[in-house]
């Protein structure tokens, strides 16, 4: 049985892989692959493990052929693959979920805390050669005790980040979610507020909410005029939640105070806009980048792959839960 492994993942899922004879890999380790050599890498492969920017649209899946089994990525969001068109065709989506919460919450709140305290900035300044004497008004920023955290999507991730903001800074949380959370919201004395209420009320407004048709450009123009002018945005969860453009209006001309950003709408491609500004810190997509996440999903990708491959069952770690009960059907016709 063939898998694809698009990129080079850690050690630790290709072992548990290298345990099981019939499991044979194609592992590609240097760039990412472009379409066209995805295309022909996938022809007829049992399983592919693609990483965010690998576009799995309905046209690569058809490349695959009839032998796709399962698309097994490297991440715990799947927006960068047609779902819809793999659950019609019987081919199992899965993921890595829960193993990068605390990873991800941790990034945010680093990215808080810079924001707050000019970290990047002040980096700049001392590289650039500019630090000649101590300046009792250089840097000054807000403190983050007993503030206000705006988290946007109260899922594993939003809520972490909360409980660190809470635990570490006694910051008042208010979140907006389609859910409810009220065992949260005893914990950490979160609100629950509309997206409004907590524009207006948040000093941080942080997002942690999937990329869908009712997210996609979530925080735009409007969404800004409603924050504080010294309030500051953070996305680690996917670029186009927010609209760039607007972000960099509202940042140019002080209608928020900042912005740090790990996601970026049209990803790798970063706006001028943004790069020219320095109340905007950027990362590229690093959030889950800690030794401990990065491990576990490769885990519980080669996990998944050897409960369908192997063990003939749907992953663990299913993504398309309306195959839940199914045997696994590839089938293109
Ligand atoms: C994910 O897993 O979805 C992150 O964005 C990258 O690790």
Not at 22 to 48: F, H, M, N, S
Request: with cysteine; glycine share 6%; proline share 5%.
């Amino acid at each position: 049985m063939r898998v694809l492994i698009t990129r080079e993942i850690p050690q630790a899922g290709i072992n548990i892989l290298h345990q099981y004879r019939g499991i044979e890999i194609d592992y590609r380790q240097g760039k990412p692959l472009t379409p066209a050599a995805l295309a022909k890498a996938i022809k007829g492969v049992d399983a592919v493990v693609p990483v965010i920017p690998d576009q799995i649209t309905k046209e690569i899946i058809k490349e695959a052929g009839r032998s796709l089994k399962l698309i097994a990525t490297y991440s715990v969001g799947f927006d960068h693959i047609d779902t819809e068109w793999a659950t019609k065709k019987g081919i199992y989506v899965a993921n890595t979920p829960g193993d990068l919460t605390e990873s991800v919450a941790e990034h945010a709140f680093s990215l808080m805390m810079a924001l707050a305290r000019k970290i990047s900035e002040a980096d700049r300044f001392c590289r650039e050669g500019n630090y000649k004497y101590w300046d009792p008004l250089g840097f000054i920023g807000p403190k983050m005790m007993g503030k206000t955290l705006g988290i946007i999507g109260f899922g594993r991730i939003g809520q972490h980040f909360a409980k660190m903001a809470k635990y570490g800074l006694d910051m008042e949380i208010l979140y907006t979610d389609p859910a409810s959370h009220p065992e949260a919201e005893m914990l950490l004395n979160a609100k629950k507020a509309s997206l409004d209420e907590l524009l207006g009320n948040s000093d941080v407004v942080s997002l942690h909410c999937n990329l869908c048709d009712n997210t996609r450009h979530l925080i735009g123009e409007n969404e800004f005029q409603k924050m504080k002018p010294l309030a500051f945005l953070i996305n680690t969860a996917r670029g186009p939640v927010v609209n760039e453009a607007a972000l960099a209006t509202a940042l140019e001309n002080g209608i928020i105070a900042g912005a740090a950003l790990d996601v970026f709408e049209k990803e790798p491609v970063i706006k001028k806009e943004l790069l020219a500004l320095q109340n905007v810190i950027l990362t590229p997509h690093i959030a889950s980048a800690t030794w401990e996440a990065r491990i576990q999903m490769a885990r519980m990708t080669a996990e998944n792959i050897v409960d369908v491959l192997i063990g003939q069952k749907p992953p663990r770690y299913l993504v398309n839960k309306e195959l839940q009960s199914k045997e696994c059907i590839s089938s293109l016709a």
